[in-house]
């Protein structure tokens, strides 16, 4: 199994069969060599710097039943919330005061945030705050809405495929869902010249090693700038709730290997993974990942934005985040910058 990792540190890619076997086989040694060769990589890329995201939560409304979030429409627990322009402008002021340059737009798919009002949103954002890229994270669009997003000023988008095997998809979604279209609009994103992220959970329920192998391979087809993935934590509202979490160990393991297999992409260690260990943002970056994302979202809603149980930092203001982000990644000797912190392999 060694040379399996030494291959793919090599090469960058390995076969359905080897990804999987490595997955199977993974010990706690294969894992310690996994990770050195990660962080070597990540820090001939990006050193030891990590970049950070101001995340702005601006609605907890969706029309989607996704059988594992708990803002899906069934869940009538659910609180919901939408911010409103200036409420959204006020997050990124108070962002840019504490170093963020970027600003990630996320919420659930809301149909009350039409095209229109979204393009006025983000042009507001693009002219207050030159200086900063926009990322959006609004699901699922046609062509059309995400040309105009982008015409509008938006530069990335985060889209997680959430698991590249089309029957593993439908066990994940109900059937007005499809992985057809997933993919399509991840296809569409990248056309249109955004910086684009897929990503995964680990250890969804029905998972294999197999299928964490095809999301490899994916992720080597699409060459996206962003990956991100995190565990599973179960919702208790939800239809998965008495289903197992994801792990923090298998978790660790495939951030070692995306980061062999996109050298060059940026990788959040995710809230999910701190929601899993106290630690376990700092373990994501000890194992290859190189971006952190700390909420900017006013924290009287923070607790309406629960897409699986025990959510760290639901309490806490941006500052704080942004303060304790900034002493944990010190601590395992690397920095928080104030920087757009584009991906070193996109030429505009
Ligand atoms: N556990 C972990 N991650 C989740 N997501 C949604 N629900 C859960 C959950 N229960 C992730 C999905 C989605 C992103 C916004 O959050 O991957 O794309
Ligand atoms: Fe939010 Fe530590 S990052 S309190």
């Given at each position: 199994?060694?040379?399996?990792?030494?291959?793919?540190?090599?090469?960058?890619?390995?076969?359905?069969?080897?990804?999987?076997?490595?997955?199977?086989?993974?010990?706690?040694?294969?894992?310690?060599?996994?990770?050195?060769?990660?962080?070597?990589?990540?820090?001939?890329?990006?050193?030891?710097d990590?970049?950070?995201?101001?995340?702005?939560?601006?609605?907890?409304?969706?029309?989607?039943?996704?059988?594992?979030?708990?803002?899906?429409?069934?869940?009538?627990?659910?609180?919901?919330?939408?911010?409103?322009?200036?409420?959204?402008?006020?997050?990124?002021?108070?962002?840019?005061?504490?170093?963020?340059?970027?600003?990630?737009?996320?919420?659930?798919e809301?149909?009350y945030?039409?095209?229109?009002?979204?393009?006025?949103?983000?042009?507001?954002?693009?002219?207050?705050?030159?200086?900063?890229?926009?990322?959006?994270?609004?699901?699922?669009?046609?062509?059309?809405?995400?040309?105009?997003?982008?015409?509008?000023?938006?530069?990335?988008?985060?889209l997680?495929?959430?698991?590249?095997?089309?029957?593993?998809?439908?066990?994940?979604?109900?059937?007005?869902?499809?992985?057809?279209?997933?993919?399509?609009?991840?296809?569409?994103?990248?056309?249109?010249?955004?910086q684009?992220?897929?990503?995964?959970?680990?250890?969804?329920?029905?998972?294999?090693?197999?299928?964490?192998?095809?999301?490899?391979?994916?992720?080597?087809e699409?060459?996206?700038?962003?990956?991100?993935?995190?565990?599973?934590?179960?919702q208790?509202?939800?239809?998965?709730?008495?289903?197992?979490?994801?792990?923090?160990?298998?978790?660790?393991?495939?951030?070692?290997?995306?980061?062999?297999?996109?050298?060059?992409?940026?990788?959040?260690?995710?809230?999910?993974?701190?929601?899993?260990?106290?630690?376990g943002?700092?373990?994501?970056?000890?194992?290859?990942?190189?971006?952190?994302?700390?909420?900017?979202?006013?924290?009287?809603?923070?607790?309406?934005?629960?897409?699986?149980?025990?959510?760290?930092?639901?309490?806490?203001?941006?500052?704080?985040?942004?303060?304790?982000?900034?002493?944990?990644?010190?601590?395992?000797?690397?920095?928080?910058?104030?920087?757009?912190?584009?991906c070193?392999?996109?030429?505009?």
């Amino acid at each position: 199994m060694r040379t399996l990792i030494e291959k793919l540190e090599n090469q960058g890619v390995l076969t359905k069969e080897e990804y999987s076997a490595l997955i199977r086989s993974r010990t706690p040694e294969l894992a310690g060599l996994l990770f050195e060769k990660a962080r070597n990589i990540r820090e001939r890329y990006y050193g030891k710097d990590v970049y950070i995201r101001g995340l702005i939560e601006f609605t907890s409304c969706c029309k989607n039943d996704c059988y594992y979030c708990g803002l899906r429409r069934s869940n009538r627990n659910a609180q919901r919330y939408r911010l409103t322009k200036d409420e959204i402008l006020e997050c990124c002021k108070n962002g840019y005061g504490l170093g963020f340059r970027t600003f990630v737009l996320q919420g659930g798919e809301d149909p009350y945030f039409t095209a229109e009002k979204l393009v006025d949103i983000i042009s507001s954002i693009k002219n207050g705050f030159p200086d900063c890229a926009l990322t959006l994270s609004v699901g699922e669009k046609s062509y059309d809405e995400y040309k105009a997003f982008f015409d509008a000023g938006a530069e990335r988008y985060l889209l997680r495929h959430e698991t590249a095997d089309d029957e593993h998809y439908r066990r994940l979604h109900p059937k007005e869902l499809s992985p057809e279209n997933r993919k399509r609009c991840l296809y569409d994103l990248k056309e249109i010249g955004y910086q684009v992220g897929c990503g995964f959970m680990v250890g969804s329920p029905w998972q294999t090693a197999e299928n964490l192998a095809d999301d490899l391979l994916f992720i080597k087809e699409l060459q996206p700038q962003m990956v991100g993935i995190g565990p599973f934590i179960p919702q208790h509202d939800t239809p998965f709730g008495d289903k197992q979490a994801g792990t923090l160990e298998l978790t660790l393991f495939m951030l070692g290997l995306l980061r062999l297999t996109l050298p060059y992409a940026l990788i959040p260690a995710t809230t999910a993974l701190g929601t899993i260990d106290p630690l376990g943002r700092e373990k994501g970056i000890q194992s290859g990942a190189n971006v952190v994302m700390p909420n900017l979202s006013p924290v009287s809603v923070r607790k309406k934005y629960l897409l699986y149980d025990n959510k760290i930092c639901t309490g806490d203001e941006a500052a704080e985040c942004r303060n304790c982000l900034e002493m944990r990644m010190k601590a395992i000797g690397y920095n928080v910058v104030v920087s757009r912190g584009d991906c070193c392999n996109f030429n505009k």
